[in-house]
């Protein structure tokens, strides 16, 4: 025999509102509509047991001398039966609670977006090709063959739901259930589209174009609200998410908002100066390197880098120099070298160790600071 506090999980001082808290959270777990015919026993169980402790009276009798100081007893006195508890957490035992609506909204569709650098540096409207489930053109998403419609349900006569008596602790009652015959919607498809067999939807391809704003990251997601797969019987459709992957770049890599790239330069420019040419995604410019620069210089060109996300403006494009030392010299080379170094008094090189300074991008980041 089952006692009631462990049937609801309640201590046997708890309180009114904590058997109540109990109760509704058994009771929306185990109602048939939810676990179906196996959690019906349990689901009787817990509502003779909140039947009983709800009452005042009841419990301090069940208390005293169990279930059995209970038989005996006449219809509870301000306690809740079992169709007061019913229409209070599920809105009636025996209303009726209409017909489901066939409506539904389209699912959702993600695709993968392949963007390059510069498409992220400027944004881009993107064209691309996706497979969704479209409108069927033959019914145009309702289902029925063209000509027909749904018919009104001969069991449940349009309610989407059926009535049945059944037996319980308290006697004969009413429920409601969902009808079977037609899965709660009040009719039935008797002549489904012969294009999509009753499903109101098919496979089709659909182009789309995506607005990609300049400053998009790796792994962002773009929505294109209404573009994703179809609705049915006049639902909404659902909405297309782009999920951004950025190929890498043989050039230029992104450091947030701005651009990054190695320039390599001849020995001799960097000893004597030079103005060199480079490509960017803005077209040609012009790069002064100064005479006597060294390996490792930055050089800004501002509002070269990044558009910043739904912002104004651009990162900056820093440019790091590399002096490129010749490996190949020819006699003549290597005599004029020599005789610079006559001249510089290196013909002894002297050397002298250095605090190790990182990464070339950890030195970039220092140089950057400077700017």
């Known amino acids: 025999m089952a006692d009631y506090y462990e049937t609801l999980g309640v201590s046997r001082n708890a309180s009114q509102d904590e058997i109540k808290k109990a109760y509704r959270k058994l009771a929306r777990k185990l109602h048939p509509d939810v676990a179906g015919p196996d959690g019906a026993e349990q689901f009787k169980e817990v509502t003779n047991a909140y039947d009983v402790l709800s009452n005042e009276e009841k419990r301090r009798m069940y208390d005293i001398g169990g279930e059995d100081a209970l038989r005996g007893g006449g219809a509870p006195t301000g306690g809740f039966g079992f169709e007061d508890i019913f229409s209070s957490f599920f809105g009636g035992g025996s209303a009726q609670r209409g017909p489901v609506s066939r409506a539904q909204r389209g699912g959702d569709s993600l695709v993968h977006l392949e963007l390059s650098l510069q498409d992220v540096v400027f944004g881009v409207d993107k064209p691309i090709t996706i497979d969704i489930a479209a409108e069927c053109p033959e019914c145009n998403g309702m289902m029925t063959a063209p000509g027909t419609e749904p018919v009104t349900c001969v069991q449940c006569g349009g309610s989407g739901t059926v009535q049945r008596v059944t037996n319980s602790l308290f006697g004969q009652m009413m429920t409601t259930t969902t009808c079977g015959a037609c899965q709660g919607y009040g009719t039935q498809i008797v002549t489904p589209c012969g294009e999509c067999s009753g499903e109101g939807r098919v496979r089709s391809k659909k182009s789309v174009t995506v607005k990609v704003p300049a400053g998009v990251e790796e792994g962002m997601r773009i929505r294109l609200a209404g573009q994703g797969d179809a609705g049915i019987f006049g639902g909404m459709p659902g909405d297309l998410f782009a999920e951004v992957y950025v ?125």
């Not at 930055?298 to 739904?310: D, I, P, Q, T, Y």
């Not at 494009?317 to 005789?339: F, G, I, N, S």
Request: glycine share 10%; net charge negative.
């Open 247 to 371: 190929e890498k770049d043989p050039v230029f890599s992104r450091h947030g908002d701005n651009l990054e790239a190695m320039l390599e330069v001849p020995m001799t420019a960097a000893i004597l100066g030079a103005d060199v040419n480079i490509d960017t995604f803005d077209g040609a410019q012009s790069i002064h390197v100064g005479p006597g620069t060294q390996s490792g210089t930055v050089v800004n060109l501002e509002g070269m880098g990044v558009g910043r996300l739904h912002r104004r403006g651009r990162g900056d494009l820093h440019v790091t120099v590399q002096v490129k030392t010749p490996t190949k010299l020819d006699d003549a080379q290597r005599t004029l070298v020599e005789e610079l170094a006559k001249l510089r008094n290196e013909e002894t090189p002297s050397a002298k160790m250095v605090a190790e300074s990182g990464s070339v991008f950890s030195r970039l980041k220092d140089k950057i600071k400077g700017l």
